[in-house]
């Protein structure tokens, strides 16, 4: 395998290319002065197995570069293109809520479906789409980030109490709570707008006995967490710590939530961020190497990727 990664991933790469077995180089992205790119290959790609590393927290400035690079692999003969991309955009909007809405999570899977072969990622944000091959036409893998979770809570913090800022994340906290064997509540999000949320703790007992950590797979605007933060110190617990599994941060996230109390902000290294302090990429190889090797089975079928949320096997 070749491992091909757009700039920023670079530290990410290297932690990854070793793991898989592949060679490491680099790829060109020329911008001209009017905002037009130019992608350029290294090296000799005949007869290889090509995956570019570009997580997707800016979907749109990538998407055009992207489909260059997969065709002008293909050009220059690669056997077959993959993508990984630790953080997978445009996931949230699975359905219309208003009318004239575009339905972008399966568009935008049709999109890469047209450019790229595979396609692995940590965690996705998925709420009403229950499988990734759901809305992708092409063998798409979904590596889960809870036992990296669990193992940083249950090292760095054992007395946790873990909370979910809403609903949406209990799929997320239930697991890793149960993994590290703590206990977990799920906090009452209302939200009114986009940067508009307010939050209701639960009366627990546990959350004045341990230090409380607030988990969602997504840190965008900042708002859920900040609201939460306020909302535990004001019912009079200890700072909370506040641990998200990719680092999206719209401007000015991180020191809303910082400046609402939190003891310290964790992520993975999904997208690159001062943050990160849990490293996925022995997960995201494993992840990799099963979708890579079940291409290559000779019996149709025999691959079953993303059985449901919370799991995936290679059979």
């Known amino acids: 395998m070749i491992l091909v990664a757009?700039?920023?991933m670079r530290p990410l790469a290297e932690d990854l290319a070793p793991a898989l077995g592949a060679d490491l180089l680099a790829l060109d992205w020329h911008h001209f002065p009017d905002g037009e790119s130019l992608i350029s290959l290294p090296g000799d790609l005949d007869g290889a197995d090509v995956a570019f590393l570009a997580t997707l927290r800016d979907p749109d400035r990538l998407a055009l570069p992207l489909r260059f690079a997969a065709a002008t692999a293909r050009e220059m003969g690669a056997r077959r293109v993959g993508l990984i991309a630790p953080y997978l955009g445009y996931m949230r909007q699975d359905r219309r809520f208003e009318r004239g809405q575009a339905v972008s999570a399966p568009l935008?899977?049709?999109?890469?479906?047209?450019?790229?072969?595979?396609?692995?990622?940590?965690d996705p944000h998925l709420h009403r789409i229950a499988r990734l091959q759901d809305v992708f036409p092409m063998p798409a893998i979904r590596a889960v980030s809870a036992p990296l979770l669990?193992?940083?809570?249950?090292?760095?913090?054992?007395?946790a109490v873990l909370l979910g800022p809403d609903?949406?994340?209990?799929?997320?906290?239930?697991?890793?709570?149960?993994l590290a064997g703590r206990p977990y509540e799920v906090l009452r999000k209302v939200r009114s707008g986009d940067r508009s949320v307010d939050v209701s703790v639960p009366e627990s007992a546990a959350l004045h006995e341990g230090t409380p950590v607030i988990l969602d797979d997504i840190a965008s605007s900042?708002?859920?967490m900040a609201r939460a933060v306020e909302r535990?110190?004001?019912a009079g617990t200890a700072a909370p710590v506040c641990l998200a599994i990719h680092a999206v941060f719209a401007h000015g996230a991180q020191d809303a939530i910082l400046s609402a109390g939190a003891a310290r902000i964790?992520?993975?290294?999904?997208?690159?961020?001062?943050?990160?302090a849990i490293g996925i990429a022995g997960l995201l190889a494993e992840a990799i190497l099963s979708v890579v090797t079940a291409l290559d089975l000779p019996v149709a079928g025999t691959i079953r990727l993303d059985p449901n949320p919370a799991e995936r096997t290679t059979e």
């Open 232 to 234: 535990l110190l004001a």
């Open 6 to 8: 757009f700039p920023e």
């Open 150 to 159: 669990a193992t940083w809570i249950s090292t760095n913090l054992p007395d």
């Open 108 to 122: 935008f899977a049709q999109f890469l479906g047209e450019s790229f072969d595979w396609l692995a990622s940590v």
């Open 167 to 178: 609903s949406e994340s209990q799929q997320w906290v239930a697991e890793v709570a149960r």
């Open 222 to 224: 900042g708002v859920t």
């Open 266 to 276: 964790i992520t993975t290294d999904t997208i690159p961020h001062p943050t990160n």
